[in-house]
T-cell receptor, first 111, second 115 residues
Framework: DQQVKQNSPSLSVQEGRISILNCDYTNSMFDYFLWYKKYPAEGPTFLISISSIKDKNEDGRFTVFLNKSAKHLSLHIVPSQPGDSAVYFCAASSYGQNFVFGPGTRLSVLP | NAGVMQNPRHLVRRRGQEARLRCSPM?????VYWYRQLPEEGLKFMVY????????ESGMPKERFSAEFPKEGPSILRIQQVVRGDSAAYFC?????????????FGNGTRLTVT
């Protein structure tokens, strides 16, 4: 039973354009959502998060949107850069405890 | 300020041997999580520990796997009698505690290969 889903295994975007990565969850108890970026042979790196009391959080080129009624969140990267090419994981937790990760989306930013 | 430290980075074991993976959390972090990533798959939760306590081990296989986080020293993930299917990347993460707004910080993982 996958509580956090990322239905696109991969995404290719042209440099300078917007990248939109999507994530859906099933557990309504989740109240904290995060995005991580992972390069090969490295650990995941925290990018940005959002709590359930907000619907948007922005940090530089990265913006996360949360739609609680749809149990959906998305990560927007604009403008996309070749260095953004990595696997992106969506994660969710409830009460700051167990963090559940999605299967990841591989983003390729083409020069 | 050192991040989460995992060692070894690479570990090769023959079938039937024991594997011990170590994790030192970030300074000031008292909560440790272990995740496993099989090839071409996502991060699967294994176990969540506080100092001297296992909080949630619902993701741990029932046999051969154990974890501890002693009062002093690193957290240890132990796999006894390893099999080929245990070959994976094992990631440790830490956080300051179970409060919302505290993301997990990950180490660079231990890549276990069972031959």
């Amino acid at each position: 039973d996958q509580q956090v889903k990322q239905n696109s295994p991969s995404l290719s975007v042209q440099e300078g354009r917007i990248s939109i990565l999507n994530c859906d969850y099933t557990n309504s108890m989740f109240d904290y959502f995060l995005w991580y970026k992972k390069y090969p042979a490295e650990g995941p790196t925290f990018l940005i998060s959002i709590s359930s009391i907000k619907d948007k959080n922005e940090d530089g080129r990265f913006t996360v949107f949360l739609n609680k009624s749809a149990k959906h969140l998305s990560l927007h990267i604009v403008p996309s850069q070749p260095g953004d090419s990595a696997v992106y994981f969506c994660a969710a937790s409830s009460y700051g405890q167990n963090f559940v990760f999605g299967p990841g989306t591989r983003l390729s930013v083409l020069p | 300020n050192a991040g989460v430290m995992q060692n070894p980075r690479h570990l090769v074991r023959r079938r039937g041997q024991e594997a011990r993976l170590r994790c030192s959390p970030m300074k000031g972090h008292s909560h440790v999580y272990w995740y496993r990533q099989l090839p071409e798959e996502g991060l699967k939760f294994m176990v969540y520990l506080q100092k001297e306590n296992i909080i949630d081990e619902s993701g741990m296989p029932k046999e051969r796997f154990s974890a501890e986080f002693p009062k002093e020293g690193p957290s240890i993930l132990r796999i006894q009698q390893v099999v080929r299917g245990d070959s994976a990347a094992y990631f440790c993460a830490s956080s300051p505690g179970a409060t919302m707004g505290s993301p997990l910080h990950f180490g660079n993982g231990t890549r276990l290969t069972v031959t």
